[in-house]
């Protein structure tokens, strides 16, 4: 089943994505590695997302909505939205685009965790610049400071999960993002998976669900 994830910045997307992908063969889509990518690529398209992301404002829906319908031409694998769609502008763009090209999402799955825990996730998430493997910097380190585990690349703290763009993302979440819960709702796709567990608990909860 195609399968929508999403939640706050800090709800854990990308952490229950790589296990999905790991265990369940499924192809994560995140909108916001297109982006990283696109930057580290320095495209034009990366330079245009860049503006807006390191405000922590979002991207505007032409250009994201254009990236998406790109990556799902041809998509044969199961895959995961992840941080797509993230207004209800975006929701109706993509009913059209599944539409107009014969696919189907079956769950919209939102991941539920307080304020107060986002913050921490986020001031202390760190990411590795080459294979995208998630960290913290007190909960889960890297075993070399720096270093990846998996893969040696570095890791960094990325440009807006610094202090000062932190507030901005969630402000912007709340107004535009928090509305797909009732359009989901409406949809009769919506289901609530509570993310303030550890990351096994709630893989367990996302499994159930998708299969
Ligand atoms: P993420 O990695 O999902 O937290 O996304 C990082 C940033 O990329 C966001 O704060 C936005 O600036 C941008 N972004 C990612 N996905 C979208 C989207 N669906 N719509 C608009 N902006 C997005």
Redesign the pocket.
């Known amino acids: 089943m195609n399968v929508i994830l999403f939640g706050a ?1 800090g709800a854990g ?1 990308g952490t229950q994505s790589s296990l999905m992908i790991e265990r369940l063969g499924m192809k994560q889509i ?4 297109l ?1 990283r990518a696109a930057i580290k690529n320095q495209t034009d398209l990366g330079k245009k ?1 860049q503006e ?2 390191d405000k ?4 505007p ?1 032409s250009i ?1 909505i254009g990236m998406v319908e790109e990556v799902l031409k041809g998509e044969t694998k199961e895959f995961i939205l ?6 209800v502008a ?1 929701a109706q763009a993509l009913d059209e685009l599944l539409r107009k090209l014969g696919l189907s999402v079956g769950k919209a799955i939102f991941l539920e965790v307080p304020m107060e825990i986002l913050m921490d996730r986020l001031t202390g998430r760190r990411v590795c610049k080459s294979c995208g493997a998630v960290y913290h910097v007190t909960s889960k380190p890297p075993k070399m400071a720096g270093v990846c585990d998996l893969c040696g690349g570095e890791v960094y703290q990325r440009n ?1 999960d610094k202090a000062e763009v932190i507030g901005t ?1 969630l402000k912007t979440y709340e107004e535009f993002t928090s509305p797909l819960k009732s359009f989901y709702k409406d949809a009769g796709k919506y289901v609530e998976v509570d993310g303030d567990r550890a990351t096994e608990s709630v893989y367990k909860d996302i499994e159930r669900i998708v299969l």
């Open positions: 910045p997307k995140s909108t916001g590695d982006f997302a807006y992301m922590g404002q979002l991207v829906d994201v992840d941080g797509f769609p993230r207004t975006q807006d993302r």
